[in-house]
């Protein structure tokens, strides 16, 4: 009994029961389906074991969809405990798990992988390569992603859920006030899925540096690619900082260090200060791709080359440096002193200059378009009042005397959503439909799509501009309920209304791929859009090479000049292509990764060290494995070549 004690969850309600029910229902539903239509072979040899980039984007899209429901129900239970006051819908305790798990799992398992399904998927299609430069380490980005993931997921079931909040702060997070193991969850499984992105981060570098087709300089590379270029060299720089603070703070809980104690040497804030260093590179590792897809979007629906390129570029760069410049401004209100908080309120203000610019680029590429009122462009459209509304209010805060009365308000968290849900979502989304026709050969069906996009800016509204009048009047962040007298009631209620509203548009998202997967037309040639980049050139759907013959890219947009000017961007023939061999090792490595994870979590040291052991094993024996690949023929290549002609018209 004592061993099952262990892992139980410390403070259970009828909600994680009726989660962990669910839980077991699903996954005993999912073996029974996968047995009974016998696909395990199928999903082995297509997908568990895939190294081509497409496949691992589209496994990154299905863990965004899934993590995108998850935070979206903590977000509803949480807009619902302040929907009245004095709720007992959701205790303390509880809320306090929700609330840390929503903030991690929206953060760092629903967006990055969405972005990074970006980054697999397109950019070695639009600079015209056949892979990413590594492929057996993009799949174990993936595997060490997704088992950190699931380490965290499974929390709330098996010993009990974080709950120090989304940033983890010390002394709260340290053994004397998160005694359960929620908070070493919050430490291991962050740190494993941390690793994949860090390894990720690398492996796009390189594949932008060194794998671009003939002709295509950088300063001819689409936009998205300059985004997803310039946001992996920010994970580059910042990923390390969160790997190393996680290492030290696992050993604060596990080892007995003091590292960020506040005794024997140790000091809380420079878990505040190393977070930052980490976590405010980390909103522009998300918005930079966003802008980078709003581009593309806006330039193909305007029908026009998208305006100010090189000054684009140019803001992109400045906003990756300034990121690192501003870190201090989420502790104004904790003593620093006049001059730290001054120098911190400048470059925080600054850093909306180079925002601007891509704002008013944006606006003078649609003047004098011939614009197309597509699903995609609609959330262009909506994007950029409502983001410039939140880059106002972050203005607001830059300002550290003003800080004061905003920052530890519900003002601060309407702030954070008004930047992000627009300048992330709203990108995801419409990058999302703007794709799906080359990702899966049809159309997502654009009614339901425009009602999905109005409806979610209705909700969104409706959501969080109360938050800023109840913030501005005090209501205070992070608090679990709060009393009738103090006026709150009336506008938490429409907030809630909001959140019910969007969590409607995104179930009618879900319903769109239904219907459309029943309903819409297959026959929509490679190029539905008009489209101008050269993912656009190649067939849908997209073969395991991606282009026959590599392309000649001469602008910024070729297979648009390809189009219009009858330039040529596959010149030469046909000839064998060298592929890389799938390989199970990145899924078997991250599976004793998440070993490795489950026994630090619970201190079961045997079980750590040798699976510690196993993973070194994988290591070695990838070191020692020969493994050159193989060659896709001509003939075989000329056949597929001909089969996808005939398939669109």
Known sequence: MDFFQRFAVPHPSFLIYG??????????????????FKKWGYLWREWITTVDHKRIGIMYLVIALLMLFRGGVDAVMMRYQLSMPDNT?????????????????????????????????????????????FPRLNALSFWLFFMGMGLFNISFIVGGSPDAGWTSYFPLAGNEFSSSVGTNYYMIAIQIAGMGTLISGINFITTVLKMRAPGMKLMKMPMFTWSAFIAN?????????????????????????????????????????????????EVYILILPAFGLYSEIISTFARRNLYGYKSMVASMVVISVFSFLVWAHHFFTMGQGPLSNSI??????????????????????????????TTPMLYSMLFIPLF????????????????????????????????????????????????????????????????????MSVGFVLAFIPMYITGLDGQARR???????????????????????????????????????????????NDPWDARSLEWATHTPVP????????????????WDAKKNGHEIFNGKIEKIHMP?????????????????????????????????????????????????????????????????????
């Open 19 to 36: 989660a962990m029910v669910s839980i077991a229902l699903t996954m005993i539903a999912l073996v029974i389906g996968i047995t009974y």
């Open 89 to 133: 819908f959701l205790d303390s305790q509880h809320y306090n798990e929700v609330f840390t798990t929503h903030g991690i799992v929206m953060i760092l398992f629903m967006a990055m992988p969405f972005i990074t399904f970006f980054f697999n998927y397109l950019i070695p299609l639009q600079i015209g390569a056949r892979d990413v430069a």
């Open 344 to 373: 911190f309120s400048i470059t925080t203000m600054a850093i909306a200059v180079p925002t601007g610019v891509k704002i008013f680029n944006w606006l003078f590429t649609l003047w004098k378009g011939k614009i197309v009122f």
């Open 479 to 525: 608090m679990y309920t709060y009393s009738e007298s103090t006026g709150f009631s009336l506008l938490n209620m429409v907030s809630f209304i909001g959140a019910g509203i969007m969590a409607i548009s995104f179930a009618l998202l879900v319903y769109n791929i239904y219907y459309s997967i029943r309903y819409a037309s297959r026959d929509i040639g």
């Open 233 to 281: 060299v920010i994970v580059v720089f910042a990923f390390p900082v969160l790997t190393v603070l996680l290492a030290m703070g696992t050993m604060d809980r596990l080892f007995g260090t003091n590292f960020f104690t506040t005794v024997n040497g140790g000091m809380d804030m420079l878990w505040a200060n190393l977070f930052w260093v980490w976590g405010h590179p």
């Open 388 to 455: 410039t509304l939140g880059g106002v209010t972050g203005v607001m805060l830059a300002m550290s005397a003003a800080d004061y009365q905003y920052h530890n308000t519900m003002f601060l968290v309407a702030h954070f959503h008004n930047v992000i849900i627009p300048g992330v979502v709203y990108a995801m989304i419409a990058g999302l439909t703007f794709y799906w026709p080359k990702m899966f050969g049809f159309m997502l069906n654009e009614r339901i799509g425009k009602w999905t996009a109005w409806l």
């Open 581 to 649: 061999n799938n390989s199970g090792w990145p899924f078997i490595m991250s599976c004793i990764f998440f070993v490795f994870g489950f026994a630090m979590v619970f201190s079961i040291w045997p079980l750590a060290i040798v699976s510690l052991i196993g993973v070194l094993g994988c290591m070695v024996y990838r070191s020692f494995e020969k493994d050159h690949g193989r060659y896709i023929s001509v003939e075989e290549i000329e056949a597929t070549e001909a089969k996808l002609r005939g398939a669109k018209k």
């Open 544 to 559: 395991e090479y991606n282009f026959a013959i590599l392309p000649q890219a001469t602008s910024t947009q070729p297979f």
